[in-house]
């Protein structure tokens, strides 16, 4: 069977145009797919077990994942690529939505927002150190002022104490930008369809036990409710948003886009999601906006764009 490649991707897309316009296209759709993660995640684990939506997820995503593997038939992946694809499963499959349930029952959509937006710069960092780059000194300085930004404004908004949940996602930023960058350079050998596709069935394994023990009659009782009267159905919706959006489509999107349109290029769209996901929460959740919280976004946002042309040199370390 054929390794996947551009071109199946754009017969599946049936999209005849130039391939770095098209990965824009992609990214923009995968960002947009982003951005409602938390707010739904948030709107989800009040409703359901966080450990049930964090990994549950990925047990519903493996449905479709499985069947445009048959369906396209994508080639199994080599011993060198499942090592890659474990690092994308670690990343975004397991850790980033497991840390971001549990985490997200304290914190609101806006507030996880302005801390994720801090995952660009997380992203360079790894993609640097994975393709063995030397970033220069200016990166390096421009990336702790970001992270000194985000770290300020949870100090500020928390009158200089910082919750567990806020470090929480602080971790699972930096674990999903390994995910991010392996899968990116992945992606350009297997397409984002087999990247995302794969990883999510190397999950499989990992996720059922504990979804299965997590599993119980209330939850079952919350979906017959759900079915049944039609009460409850905010988080079901939102479980299955994060389910098939959030971990499969939006990733086979921006995967694909890293791939044909290149990873500098078509990562600056990731500077819109902060903005996204504060607009999401307010529409969503309710949650007011204030100028300080776009401020710092808008500050961090522009951190990373500096930081991107910041010089980072091919040699070995």
Not at 23 to 49: C, K, M, N, Q, Y
Request: proline share 4%; charged share 10%; net charge neutral.
């Amino acid at each position: 069977m054929p390794i996947l490649s551009i071109s199946n991707i754009r017969q599946l897309f049936s999209v005849d145009t130039n391939k770095e316009w098209l990965g824009l296209v992609l990214g923009f759709f995968a960002i947009a797919g982003f951005s409602v993660t938390l707010p739904a995640t948030r709107i989800a684990v009040s409703h359901l077990d966080p450990t049930f939506v964090g990994l549950g997820r990925s047990l519903f995503a493996a449905i479709p994942a499985v069947g445009i593997i048959l369906w396209m038939s994508i080639a199994i992946p080599t011993r060198k690529q499942w090592l890659s694809i474990a690092l994308v499963m670690f990343g975004v499959v397991i850790s980033f939505p497991w840390l971001t349930s549990i985490a997200m029952q304290n914190v609101s959509g806006a507030q996880g927002g302005i801390v994720v937006s801090i995952l660009p710069l997380f992203t360079a960092i790894a993609g640097a150190l994975l393709l063995r780059q030397r970033p220069s000194l200016g990166f390096w300085l421009v990336a702790a002022l970001g992270s000194a930004l985000v770290l300020i404004y949870l100090l500020w908004s928390r009158d200089g104490e910082m919750q567990s949940s806020e470090m929480i996602l602080l971790g699972a930023s930096m674990l999903c930008a390994i995910g991010y960058a392996e899968g990116g350079k992945l992606a350009r050998e297997m397409g984002g369809v087999a990247v995302i596709s794969w990883a999510i069935v190397l999950s499989v394994p990992f996720t059922l036990l504990p979804v299965i023990y997590h599993w119980d009659n209330s939850i079952w009782d919350s979906a017959m409710i759900a079915l049944s009267s039609g009460e409850q159905w905010q988080g079901w919706a939102a479980f299955v948003y994060v389910s098939f959006i959030s971990q499969w489509l939006a990733f086979v999107f921006w995967y694909q886009g890293l791939a044909m349109g290149g990873v500098i290029r078509v990562s600056q769209v990731q500077l819109i999601q902060p903005f996204l996901t504060l607009f999401v929460s307010a529409l969503l959740l309710g949650e007011s906006i204030s100028f300080i919280m776009i401020g710092f976004a808008a500050a961090v946002v522009l951190s990373v764009a500096v930081s991107r042309r910041m010089p980072i040199y091919s040699h070995r370390l």
